[in-house]
Nanobody, 124 residues
Framework: QVQLVESGGGLVQAGGSLRLSCVAS????????MGWFRQVPGKEREFVAAINWSGGTTYYVDSVKGRFTISRDNAKNTVYLQMNSLKPEDTAVYYC?????????????????WGQGTQVSVSS
């Protein structure tokens, strides 16, 4: 079993930056693809970004390309989401996710594990 705990959310002005962290426990996730999703009230949870086990492959939803960067530190069992040039429409609860295979995370978008979420609010 894997437990994921996010941190780093908060309130920031438009144009600002935040870095989210997600620490995994229970077992190593160094071989697992990991990613981030986000959700606003009344809407479905949306895929944001994913990274493969080595960090050599990343994938982003179009709306965050060029602004967000996903990375990982397998020695720390941690994945990050650096968010720059934030916009009010980025406001959401951000969830960390882990999956056993890439397709489950990126194509099917039904990861095996979820974190509890961290709130990101961007003011205009």
């Amino acid at each position: 079993q894997v437990q994921l705990v996010e941190s780093g959310g908060g309130l920031v002005q438009a144009g600002g930056s935040l870095r989210l962290s997600c620490v995994a426990s229970g077992r190593t996730v160094s071989s697992d693809p990991m990613g981030w999703f986000r959700q606003v009230p009344g809407k479905e949870r949306e895929f944001v970004a994913a990274i493969n086990w080595s960090g050599g492959t990343t994938y982003y939803v179009d709306s965050v390309k060029g602004r967000f960067t996903i990375s990982r530190d397998n020695a720390k069992n941690t994945v990050y989401l650096q968010m720059n040039s934030l916009k009010p429409e980025d406001t959401a609860v951000y969830y960390c996710a882990a999956a056993r295979v890439w397709q489950t995370l990126v194509v099917l978008r039904i990861p095996n594990y979820w974190g509890q979420g961290t709130q990101v609010s961007v003011s205009s």
